[in-house]
């Protein structure tokens, strides 16, 4: 395999992992700022049952792609921990998708 | 009816996934074991294999049987409890594999040894699983 393969498949899943990223952080914020003050305040229970197996399903997702990408090599410790921590928290998932964007970026310019 | 479908489904990607993690994790083994075992050939088919057909396979996999357990209301059973923490730890496994295929076509790296007992424990965890689907002990 050559040099440009080996990059337009870590471009390949660097572009999914971000897709995953965004889908993630979005579930998350639905589920965290429409699900729940939709089931406490309004007593919608049936917002948290749809939207948490959906972000659940997101976040596995992410977390799968992340081990790749961990088991891949070419990442430093802190890198990891903040791609893996930034999952967990509103708006982090955003975040991690600017810091692979970066990567993309690098990866693409010759 | 529909539930059958799904069974069969379900049953067809365990084989592809299931038979896909032996080759990446034999494919590994033998590098982890001794550097020059598996050529740069290999590794290259082995990790098309798994981008093209095991990991879709794993989300089939994944897929129906979540479908399979809303339907049959199989959630909240023992047996089932324990399978999905087997499929979730296999699953975690695959993705190490995938990265380590990616990084093996790549470059030299060193391959870190405890991946050359991979293989047998993928195949004691089939047959966990085989034995608590079939025989649903608990």
């Keep these: 395999m050559t040099m440009s393969q080996h990059r337009a498949e870590q471009l390949s899943q660097l572009k999914w992992m971000r897709a995953i990223s965004l889908i993630e952080g979005s579930t998350l914020l639905l589920l965290v700022l429409v699900a729940v003050p939709l089931k406490h305040f309004a007593g919608f229970a049936v917002a948290t049952r749809i939207m948490g197996p959906i972000h659940g399903l997101a976040f596995l997702a992410y977390i799968w792609l992340l081990i790749q990408l961990v088991a891949g090599g070419g990442w430093s410790r802190p890198e990891i921990a903040r791609l893996a921590i930034a999952a967990f928290i509103p708006f982090g998932g955003f975040v991690n998708a600017r810091v692979l964007a970066r990567r993309e970026m690098l990866l693409a310019t010759p | 009816m529909i539930y059958e479908w799904l069974k069969a489904l379900h049953v067809a990607a365990v084989l592809c996934w299931s038979g896909g993690l032996l080759v990446a994790a034999v494919t590994v083994a033998a590098y982890a074991t001794k550097a020059e075992a598996a050529g740069a050939a290999i590794i ?6 798994d981008r093209r057909v095991t990991t879709p396979a794993m989300l089939v996999v994944w897929g129906a049987g979540l479908a399979l357990a809303m339907q049959g209301q199989w959630f909240g059973s023992l047996w ?43 195949v004691g965890c089939a047959a966990a699983i085989a034995v608590l689907v079939v025989v649903k002990p608990f």
């Design chain 2, 44 to 49: 290259e088919i082995v990790g098309r294999w």
């Design chain 2, 80 to 122: 089932l409890t324990i399978k999905l923490g087997i499929v979730v730890a296999l699953s975690a496994l695959h993705g190490v594999l995938a990265g380590m295929l990616r990084r093996l076509a790549r470059s030299e790296a060193p391959t870190p040894h405890w991946l050359s007992h991979m293989p047998p424990l993928i």
